[in-house]
């Protein structure tokens, strides 16, 4: 079963890297067909989606450097809208207009002699021929099913049961290629409202700043160049410039710190209340203020701590603690203040060695080297015990505003 897998892996990061397009994005569903024998097979990529390049990102096939050009890419794709300086989830279409539905390719209704038969004969119930001499379906029909149906009625009939066997395929081959059921993709491309045509899916943009963001911490892992690192760090700004709350409510078209469903070509934000988009901000966030946890351990991570989130004067800070009881914190200049799971931690840039403070309700004070606390104290955060009132961090000072520590020290 592991080799099963493994080769099943194999194949599967094989196939992502044969999906790269030739404008440096990839594929992000195939469709696939058989032949009638099943004898053979034939592949069709869908057109690009916001969906598929973060799914490309999220799949730890592509280097730093590769999941940097993706992002590049699509800043350069026909799926940005420079006045929301954020993504669609596809490129907007134009549709076809009402009479331009449901046209039959006039050499394959001649190519055709059942096809042709019936148009002679004057049977309408499969195609018939409008006012400006196109070729169109019977309106009758909803699927496919119904002209099958109709084509096993014709079968039955002696002077047509010929013509229908020999011809019955392309005369069904002629009904995909004209509707394309089988790329049906819903509203997203049949209709402007809602996630439609145009529309900028807010979900899927924070989907996407996840996705940077874990490649900014993989590509220090893997010990990729700092340039990569430093340009997957400023992917990660582009990408957050464009949600809601870094814009006027007049650019938003809404209360911008409120969360929204969607945004159309056509209006502002709509849909308001939806929660996909404030999960991804709830996982995105923390590291922002330097903190993230790794195998069960608090970290600080000053990767993405920007000085724009210290303080530029003290400031008294009033918490509370799981009983509910308010105590005053005094934060310094070049800190912050944030929670982890009720328990208040103070991030502060420091002029030496990293290291960690961790204040116990019994009055005790742990002190360790490094940007991390161990799993054991960590377990207690994150349980809500009780037993620890604070955690003081101290960041060195060039580590700030995207200059990394070590990768022995991130990992």
Not at 6 to 27: M, Q
Not at 32 to 51: H, K, N, Q, T, W
Not at 328 to 342: A, H
Not at 360 to 384: I, M, Q, Y
Request: charged residues 20%; aromatic residues 8%; negative net charge.
């Amino acid at each position: 079963m592991i080799e099963l897998c493994d080769s099943a892996i194999e194949h599967l990061d094989e196939t992502i890297r044969n999906s790269r397009r030739t404008d440096g994005l990839y594929h992000s569903y195939n469709l696939i067909r058989f032949s009638g024998d099943g004898s053979g097979a034939s592949v069709e990529p869908l057109y690009e989606m916001l969906e598929g390049q973060v799914a490309v990102l999220s799949s730890d096939v592509l280097s730093g450097q590769e999941r940097a050009d993706v992002i590049d890419a699509l800043f350069a794709s026909q799926m940005y809208r420079a006045d929301q300086r954020s993504f669609m989830l596809y490129p907007a279409r134009h549709l076809p207009s009402f009479l331009d539905k449901n046209v039959m390719p006039a050499e394959s209704v001649r190519g055709n002699p059942l096809l042709a038969g019936l148009l002679e004969a004057g049977d309408r119930s499969v195609i018939a021929v409008d006012v400006d001499g196109r070729f169109r379906f019977s309106a009758a029909f909803t699927n496919r099913d119904h002209l099958e149906a109709t084509l096993d009625r014709l079968a039955g009939e002696t002077k047509r049961s010929s013509l229908v066997a020999a011809h019955r395929e392309a005369a069904l081959d002629t009904y995909k290629q004209v509707f394309r059921h089988h790329a049906y993709t819903g509203r997203s491309g049949s209709m402007y409202g809602y996630e439609g045509i145009g529309s900028i899916y807010w979900h899927m943009v924070a989907k996407l700043l996840v996705a940077v963001q874990e490649s900014v911490l993989d590509a220090v892992s893997e010990g990729a160049q700092q340039a990569t690192v430093e340009r997957l760090i400023d992917a990660y700004w582009r990408v957050r410039s464009g949600l809601g709350f870094n814009k006027t409510a007049a650019q938003f078209g809404a209360i911008s710190i409120d969360p929204y469903s969607h945004t159309p070509a056509h209006a502002g934000a709509q849909q308001p209340g939806m929660t996909g988009l404030v999960k991804e901000e709830l996982l995105t966030r923390p590291l922002e203020l330097g903190v993230r946890v790794n195998n069960g351990e608090i970290w600080y991570d000053p990767v993405l701590l920007r000085r724009t989130e210290l303080l530029g004067d003290p400031e008294r800070w009033p918490v509370y603690d799981l009983n509910l009881e308010q105590s005053v914190i005094q934060l310094n200049e070049s800190s912050l203040g944030m929670t982890l799971c009720q328990v208040p931690v103070v991030v502060s840039v420091s002029s030496g060695d990293a290291h960690v403070e961790v204040f116990f309700a019994d009055g005790t004070t742990e002190h360790h080297p490094g940007l991390h606390v161990d799993r054991e104290n960590s377990a207690k955060v994150f349980a809500r015990s009780g037993e620890i009132t604070q955690i003081h961090a101290y960041v060195p000072d060039h580590a700030v505003q995207g200059v990394m520590l070590s990768t022995t020290e991130s990992n």
